[in-house]
């Protein structure tokens, strides 16, 4: 602990330090909570996510050996020339959110291109489409969590370390200062005995 000052001054500093700290409190709190609560909806998003792309990979299982045909050129479509995201701000933190992918577009000859291939660069890019939003869901819960271990900190030196210290300051400078009023009016009440004492004495004399 710190040593602190026994005096007025340090008083209301320690007062005002402690008014601070249970005004500030209350939205670290809140700010707990609000990210404990988020992390909990964007879990579920993720898990449901990544469900989803477990059916959809295992229906493409069902024809994937059709890929193998030389005809398909299948991966031309699959190129991804950008990814659209925004931001989405929670408690104070920016997290990404996935919009949309653009994938490069290829013209082919209908009559020359296996019978599945629309069906294929679909199920394919839905895929890929899924796997980037599970990216960015699994970022964005990784900064939420991160946060949240940053602003669980802070509430628990608040709670624990500031406002008990500051409490415990304002204790011990008011015993202090307490103490330091009862020993001058002590030695005024001496002073003023001896100085009624010098008087009668003089007064003999």
Request: net charge positive; glycine share 4%.
């Amino acid at each position: 602990m710190a040593k602190i000052k026994f005096t007025k001054g340090e008083l209301k500093r320690q007062r005002d330090a402690l008014k601070q700290f249970r005004r500030y409190l209350p939205t670290l709190q809140l700010k707990k909570q609000q990210l404990q609560l988020e992390i909990l909806q964007q879990n579920t998003i993720l898990q449901d996510a990544k469900q989803t792309l477990i059916k959809k990979r295992q229906a493409i299982l069902l024809w994937a050996g059709l890929l193998a045909e030389p005809e398909s050129e299948i991966k031309l479509f699959l190129k991804v020339e950008k990814v659209i995201t925004h931001k989405k701000n929670i408690a104070g933190v920016d997290i990404p959110v996935f919009e949309s992918l653009n994938f490069s577009e290829q013209d082919y000859d209908l009559f020359l291109a296996p019978l599945w291939l629309d069906a294929g660069i679909l199920a394919l890019r839905e895929v890929i489409v899924l796997d980037k939003k599970i990216q960015l869901l699994q970022e964005g819960v990784d900064i939420l969590r991160q946060e949240l271990r940053v602003t669980t900190q802070r509430v628990n030196l608040f709670e624990k370390v500031k406002i008990p210290a500051a409490e415990e300051n304002i204790r011990l400078i008011k015993i202090y200062i307490g103490d330091q009023m009862a020993n001058a009016v002590g030695r005024s009440k001496i002073a003023k005995r001896k100085i009624e004492e010098m008087a009668e004495i003089e007064a003999l004399v």
